[in-house]
DNA sequence: GCTCGTGACTAGAGCGCTCTAGTCGAGTCG
DNA sequence: CGACTCGACTAGAGCGCTCTAGTCACGAGC
């Protein structure tokens, strides 16, 4: 509980100015190597870590610090912080976290990534309408991953939901199925697209579209089952959620998955990849997703613009 | 883009001096209500907001910031962050998250939050060894959420999971049930303790009591549904994960649930709470973890103590 | 009338850093 | 040998705040 050592003492220990303290902890020219090793011995000794808000408010412009707004209660958006960490990293900039949660709205939790001023923001999939991610992308860059939008001055980072659909449609098509439904989002983002895909593919290849309404959750899925003609054989499902929902009560009803009926996934969630689960699925790319955010957020100056990441088809037992 | 406004700026406008301003925002006494309202409305005008940087490096000793180190990969913990931010606030107190991923480790996320100067810390769900969690809590107040350990020097908030887990059984027995079982979650935190709690409830109900091994996963449940014996009416499962997959593989082996066979659960998860599988469960008392954390946390110079908290019988219709 | 208290406000020194503008000594070169 | 350059290092201002120690005017009390 003592209070933490500060610059000062570290160059009192190593007998040397602040400053220099100041350029051996930024890896800034000006030092010889050998009083380098010798201010970072002192430091350790001291156990001395800089005082990440102080350094912030001293370098002038650039804090390399950038806000990130997500969502607790969806699994993808915790892929995407995972995924965030290692790519600012790589770029030298940090990450500050502000959760939305059912209680906590997405204005407030920007704001607070305001007041650490952060250089930019970036929001996982927000709610809010364009007017106000416009008027935040004002005072500072402001990228939006996972979803598809147009505000201006936000940059936007998303995966080409068309071509996910394409991708799991004709997957099924390769597997001889000429039967196959869509189990449609309804409203859910990015749900027109996909199934805009998916009338088009199916159409391309010779074969007559069935949308089935359904929905972005387990339920959804499970509504959706019931109202599955039986002569369809292969489900290209909205989401995961969906996709799973369907899957357990296609069992539960008697059929059999994958030998009478395939089913088809979207989002490549933690539940998809389970034992009993094993859900073929089309996965977005976080990664991806993540570099693209940074790119565009690092980047000062650069007009907003739209990218858009191409999903993978990842083969499993459905 | 333009550069944010300070509070020199708010002063000029308002004609006052910079400490003004800063007793106004701080809602200090000091100002009359006339030049209070003058000072907030020059702020708005100019859309300040004060640098929350600036702010604790400027104030002393209290910094009224906690730092929350979680997982991204536990629904649960994304309960206990949503939990965290109004107790928090109640406190007056600000929270800084950071994040535990498969790639960013424990001691990388608490380590990052004290280079924001957190007055405290909250771990939830650690995994760090005790000497770990004993060497952060030199340095300033930690608690330590959800998992049992004795680490000196340490906060320790949990829940009952004797008492969770005496709740369950008790449950059952109220139902009508004789032959239950419990699947195990073996070495996962809090499986002794609720296996020790099955056991004397069974034991003082006159009942023998049955252990099927399993762990805190869906397949670990599908796994326990294949070795659960015929006569058996009543499981009470380690977790939410393992009820889960127990309820899809009895129901897929046609054993209907919960007309055949009743299933509780542990945790209160999302997926128990999903249309179609309406799992009846043990839930943890996000709100009352997160009560009680806050408080070990903002209280300096307390001993480090355990506070637990009695879990609550969610009635679902497995 | 003089002190004292009080409420409203200000000056200015920090907080722990970064960064600009140096100083200082050793080597280079014509 | 004096004018340079150059690397290693330091002094000190400043980042946007908070906070202590004032100042100043005004009214109460003796």
Redesign the interface.
Known sequence: ??P?PTMEDVAARARVSRALVSIVYRNAPGASDETRARVLAAGDALGY??????R??GSRQRTRLIGVAFD??Y?F???L??AL??AAEALGY?L????V????RESAAA??L????CESLILLGPTSPPAALTALA???PTVVIARKLRASGVHVVRTDDAAGSRLAVEHLLSLGHTQIAHVDGVRAPGAAERRTAYVQTMRRAGRAPVIIPGGP???AG?EAARRLPRNITAVAAFNDACAI?LL??L??SGRRVPEEVSIIGYDDS??SR????QLSTIAQNAHGLAAAALDLATCVDRSPQEVVISPDLVRRKT
Chains 1, 2 share one sequence.
């Not at 949660?101 to 906590?104: F, H, K, P, Q």
């Open positions: 509980m003592n933490r870590r800089p005082d990440h808000r102080a912030l408010l607790v209660r699994p958006h915790g892929d912080v995972e960490y290692p940090n500050t976290l502000s959760a949660t059912g209680s906590r704001q607070s305001l007041d650490y001023r004002d005072s500072q959750t387990e339920s499970t929902g357990h009560t069992r539960a933690t539940p389970l034992d009993h689960i």
